[in-house]
C-alpha cells in the first residue's frame, strides 16, 4: 500500500505564496509521474501542474508563470511552489503519484488533500 501525506495549505492574502509538500510512503518501486490537481465546490477536478521521471513539467495556462511544480526522488516528494496566488486559485489541492507496477503499467495514488484560501 502506497500512503500520500500533503502539507503547506492555509490561508493567504492576494499577491502571497504557499509552498505544497507531498509525501509518499509504502511500497513503492519507481514513480513515475507526479503531480498537483485542484477542485472547487460544484467543478470537476482539474490539473494544475505535473512532472515526469524525467523532470518535465506541464502547467495548466491559468497557473503558468507563477507555480512552480518539483520532485525529490530521494523522499519520494513533490512540491508545488504557489507565488502572486489569486482568489481563483482558491481549491482543495490534492496531489497525485503514479507508481509503476510493471511493463507499461502505472497505479495513481491521490493525498488527502489540502485546502489552500486566497482572500482578496
Known amino acids: 500500500q502506497v500512503q500520500l501525506v500533503e502539507s503547506g495549505g492555509g490561508l493567504v492574502q492576494a499577491g502571497g505564496t504557499l509552498r505544497l509538500s507531498c509525501t509518499a510512503s509504502?511500497?513503492?518501486?519507481?514513480?513515475?509521474?507526479m503531480g498537483w490537481l485542484r477542485q472547487t465546490p460544484g467543478k470537476q477536478r482539474e490539473l494544475v501542474a505535473s512532472?515526469?521521471?524525467?523532470?518535465?513539467?506541464n502547467y495548466a495556462d491559468s497557473v503558468k508563470g507563477r507555480f512552480t511544480v518539483s520532485r525529490d526522488n530521494a523522499k519520494s516528494t513533490v512540491y508545488l511552489q504557489m507565488n502572486s496566488l489569486k482568489f481563483e486559485d482558491t481549491a482543495v489541492y490534492y496531489c497525485?503519484?503514479?507508481?509503476?507496477?510493471?511493463?507499461?503499467?502505472?497505479?495513481?495514488?491521490w493525498g488527502q488533500g489540502t485546502q489552500v484560501t486566497v482572500s482578496s
Open positions: 497525485q503519484i503514479n507508481v509503476d507496477s510493471g511493463p507499461g503499467f502505472g497505479i495513481n495514488y
Open positions: 509504502g511500497r513503492i518501486s519507481r514513480i513515475n509521474a
Open positions: 512532472i515526469n521521471s524525467g523532470g518535465s513539467t
